[in-house]
Nanobody, 131 residues
């Protein structure tokens, strides 16, 4: 069983910044993909950012096209935590943000390439950007 818990989020005006954090706990050896996606009602989930780990090639970061250059994902392996720093926010960034962790290598690379992991997710945290 894996437990995923997000924190952070809230409301900010356009141009502002917010940060999110996520901690995962439970019984697993490693996380192959650990990241964030977002979703607004009536729309498909959108990959935001993820950290992908390959046992042989190392660790890589991927971002969705709409957040590149504005969002930064980082991790603290010792604490099984990741962070998302969101800068230059716009109203289009308003969504529920979910943390997701893949502990069995099930993520598709076509999704990982745009910042989207498969796996267990948290309850989500709301980000609202007002114009």
């Amino acid at each position: 069983h894996v437990h995923v818990e997000e924190s952070g989020g809230g409301s900010v005006q356009e141009g502002g910044s917010l940060s999110l954090s996520c901690e995962v706990s439970g019984d697993f050896d490693m996380h192959y993909c650990f990241g964030w996606f977002r979703q607004v009602p009536g729309k498909e989930r959108e990959g935001v950012a993820c950290i992908y780990t390959n046992r042989y090639d190392g660790t890589f970061k991927y971002y969705g096209d709409s957040v590149k250059g504005r969002f930064t994902i980082s991790q603290d392996n010792a604490k099984n935590k990741i962070y998302l720093q969101m800068d230059s926010l716009t109203a289009e960034d308003s969504a529920t943000y979910y943390c997701v962790v893949d502990i069995d290598g099930s993520s598709w690379m076509r999704d990982v390439n745009v910042g989207l992991c498969s796996g267990d997710r948290g309850q989500g945290t709301q980000v609202t950007v007002s114009s």
